[in-house]
């Protein structure tokens, strides 16, 4: 069965501090992985796209590492900042047969960071 | 550009009753995409449109559920009738082509459907 499982199920950090939270996954064969952030009442947005021949993808102060040979990824978030509190979706694309493209979505590491 | 939109925010309804979700995609995307959250659990795919067409329902989890998109721009998905594991979070998703490795799935903000 393909899965996509997140860690921690949730983080408490202080404003301006460093965190990275984890991904591991079953989807085989895989297209890319994704990192989603999703604020509270808000659907998901895209943070991080990486095809099964990158390693690492920035995108500000955020920073996505893959390994596919471990079937592995992470998001370390640096310099945090209150606006940083939310849901953190890995996802992953399935690319063989009839679900061709289908996302297959991780639970999610709710983050708080307080001031 | 307008966003991906969703209606109603919010569904309550009674065991045995017919909710109708809409989604409006961002004009232009072929794609378009429903999902839902129950809760605790993590986000799952339902159904795939391309224009008008069913291209991947298989994620649709019985015929209580029915999903239109008439003229390939809004979808509706029907339940009827409605029964309790039905309550989660509804969302929808658009994107332009359904190039997967590099595809951008843009989310609405969700219908959370509670289903008494």
Known sequence: KNQVEQSPQSLIILEGKNCTLQCNYTVSPFSNLRWYKQDTGRGPVSLTIMTFSENTKSNGRYTATLDADTKQSSLHITASQLSDSASYICVVIYAGGTSYGKLTFGQGTILTVHP | ?116
């Open chain 2, 1 to 116: 550009e307008a966003g991906v939109t969703q209606f109603p925010s919010h569904s309550v309804i009674e065991k045995g009753q017919t909710v109708t979700l809409r989604c409006d995609p961002i004009s232009g995307h072929d794609n378009l995409y429903w999902y839902r959250r129950v809760m605790g659990k993590e986000i799952k795919f339902l159904l795939h449109f391309v224009k008008e067409s069913k291209q991947d329902e298989s994620g649709m989890p019985n015929n209580r559920f029915l999903a239109e998109r008439t003229g390939g721009t809004y979808s509706t998905l029907k339940v009827q009738p409605a029964e309790l594991e039905d309550s989660g979070v509804y969302f929808c998703a658009s994107s332009h082509v359904h190039i997967i490795s590099s595809d951008e799935q843009y989310f609405g903000p969700g219908t959370r459907l509670t289903v008494t």
